[in-house]
Structures are given as structure tokens and as C-alpha cells.
């Protein structure tokens, strides 16, 4: 039998949980647990790690779910606690997390992972070094990163296409 919560949108549901209406959470959690445990897979490749953030994420919703407004998409709201719990986790576990291609893969040599100090990339500028480290280890988007460099999300994503070009030229030998 279905729940009688589940054909409300996710702000409405979040609006019932704000005000003490704990299925509403249940429902919310259904609806949504297993895409932020696929976000967390790609990243974490210890199971109990992902684990522990998985339960951390929900448990950090469920402490600022008063801070939540509706004005906002709640999928938003859930990928930006996830995005920090995994951010926190990277920094105090200090784990490099290198993912240098448009598939999230990272670049291989022989039957190896290679892990890139873009900081010592003398073949990069400065802007395909930034921009690369905020879309790959800070996990930020084209339109976050064109702030903070000042241009298009549209050139944004040339430039890190050229800086990968220039790593991919680098790592494979020169043979693509």
C-alpha cells in the first residue's frame, strides 16, 4: 500500500517534518537515500567510510532541518550537506581525491592510478590549476567556478577541457 505522503513534492514533505510530522521524513528518506549513497560510492571506496557518512549526512539533516527553506529545492539542500560531510571527511582523513577526466575517472598509466600535484603541473596556467582543483576536488560546478574566476561557465569548461588535454598528453606519453 502506498503512503499517503508520497505524492507531495519534497518541500512539502519537508514543511511536515519541519513541523514534527516524523513519516514525512520516512518518506523523504525513501525517496532520496539511494541517491546520496551513489554520490558518497563514487568518492569513497571504504565501505564502512560511506557508511559512517551516509549516517552522518542524515543525521546532520535531521539536526538543521530547521535551517532548511522551502524556497530551495530539498535535493539541493541534501547534495550540499552530503557534498560537506564528504569534504569534511577528505580533510580530516588527508585523502587526496583526484578525479581528472569528464567521467570522473582518474587518469591511468599502465595498471596504476596516477594522483597529480596540480600545484607542480608546469604545463597548466593558473586558471586551468584552479579551475581543474575546484571541479574535481572541491566537487564545485561550471557556474560556481565561473564566479571565482571571473569568465563564462561555458569557457570554464574549456579551460579545464584543456588543462585535462594537457594532463592527458603528460601522463599517456604523449600518446592519446
Given at each position: 500500500?502506498?503512503?499517503?505522503?508520497?505524492?507531495?513534492?519534497?518541500?512539502?514533505?519537508?514543511?511536515?517534518?519541519?513541523?514534527?510530522?516524523?513519516?514525512?521524513?520516512?518518506?523523504?528518506?525513501?525517496?532520496?537515500?539511494?541517491?546520496?549513497?551513489?554520490?558518497?560510492?563514487?568518492?569513497?571506496?571504504?565501505?564502512?567510510?560511506?557508511?559512517?557518512?551516509?549516517?552522518?549526512?542524515?543525521?546532520?539533516?535531521h539536526?538543521?532541518?530547521?535551517?532548511?527553506?522551502?524556497?530551495?529545492?530539498?535535493?539541493?539542500?541534501?547534495?550540499?550537506?552530503?557534498?560537506?560531510?564528504?569534504?569534511?571527511y577528505?580533510?580530516?582523513?588527508?585523502?587526496?581525491f583526484?578525479?581528472?577526466?569528464?567521467?570522473?575517472?582518474?587518469?591511468?598509466?599502465?595498471?596504476?592510478?596516477?594522483?597529480?600535484?596540480?600545484?607542480?603541473?608546469?604545463?597548466?596556467t593558473?586558471?586551468?590549476?584552479?579551475?581543474?582543483?575546484?571541479?574535481?576536488?572541491?566537487?564545485?560546478?561550471?557556474?560556481?567556478?565561473?564566479?571565482?574566476?571571473?569568465?563564462?561557465?561555458?569557457?570554464?569548461?574549456?579551460?579545464?577541457?584543456?588543462?585535462?588535454?594537457?594532463?592527458?598528453?603528460?601522463?599517456?606519453?604523449?600518446?592519446?
Open positions: 500500500m502506498e503512503h499517503p505522503f508520497s505524492q507531495l513534492t519534497d518541500e512539502k514533505l519537508m514543511e511536515l517534518y519541519q513541523n514534527g510530522e516524523y513519516m514525512a521524513f520516512e518518506v523523504i528518506f525513501h525517496r532520496h537515500q539511494s541517491k546520496v549513497y551513489a554520490y558518497l560510492h563514487k568518492r569513497v571506496h571504504d565501505k564502512d567510510a560511506i557508511d559512517d557518512l551516509f549516517q552522518n549526512i542524515f543525521i546532520k539533516f539536526k538543521s532541518k530547521h535551517k532548511y527553506s522551502s524556497k530551495y529545492p530539498l535535493l539541493a539542500w541534501i547534495y550540499t550537506l552530503s557534498r560537506n560531510e564528504f569534504l569534511d577528505v580533510k580530516k582523513t588527508k585523502q587526496t583526484v578525479a581528472l577526466s569528464d567521467n570522473h575517472g582518474a587518469i591511468e598509466t599502465s595498471a596504476e592510478k596516477t594522483s597529480i600535484d596540480l600545484d607542480q603541473e608546469k604545463q597548466l593558473r586558471d586551468e590549476k584552479q579551475a581543474i582543483g575546484l571541479r574535481y576536488l572541491s566537487d564545485q560546478d561550471f557556474e560556481e567556478i565561473s564566479k571565482r574566476l571571473k569568465t563564462s561557465p561555458s569557457n570554464v569548461r574549456k579551460i579545464v577541457s584543456r588543462g585535462l588535454h594537457k594532463l592527458r598528453l603528460k601522463y599517456s606519453g604523449g600518446k592519446l
